[in-house]
């Protein structure tokens, strides 16, 4: 489908940016939660994947070099509209910095992250 907003590829008559937030109706994480797991910051969560995952492109496999970079790491619901997945492992995947480029651009562009994108829309019950 296409967005009747602004033309772009969609999965209803509105894109995922025109789209209305419909809320969460379960939570990730309680705040208790992450803090028993120590991760408080967002940097705590990266690095946490850092040592968790190897350091390639979930999506090409390319390598990400040794040094754990913020563009490395996409939210995948975004952390604005939807803060509850702020801190949610699974809405985070590791891209090259070109492919974090591309999926901003175009949140459809990959199959790995849209295959993710729909897991996570059942897990937190988004209607499309």
């Known amino acids: 489908m296409i967005c ?33 797991a120590g991760i408080n910051t967002m940097r705590e969560l990266f690095l946490q994947i850092w040592k968790d ?12 070099g040794s040094e754990a970079l913020s563009v490395f790491f996409h939210h995948i619901i975004p952390k604005e509209k939807y803060p509850e997945a702020k801190f949610d492992l699974e809405n ?4 090259t910095l070109d492919e974090h480029s591309s ?24 209607l499309v």
Not at 14 to 31: D, P, Q, V
Not at 92 to 95: D, G, K
Not at 103 to 126: P, T
């Open 53 to 64: 995952r190897p350091h390639r492109s979930e999506v090409s496999k390319t390598s990400l």
């Open 4 to 36: 009747k907003v602004c033309g772009k590829k969609a999965e209803s008559d509105l894109c995922f940016l025109h789209k209305r937030n419909k809320g969460f109706k379960t939570s990730s994480f309680s705040s208790n939660e992450l803090k028993k």
């Open 92 to 95: 985070i995947v590791l891209l």
């Open 103 to 126: 999926v901003e651009l175009d949140m459809y562009k990959y199959e790995e992250v849209n295959k993710r994108r729909e897991s996570l829309h059942i897990k937190y019950k988004i």
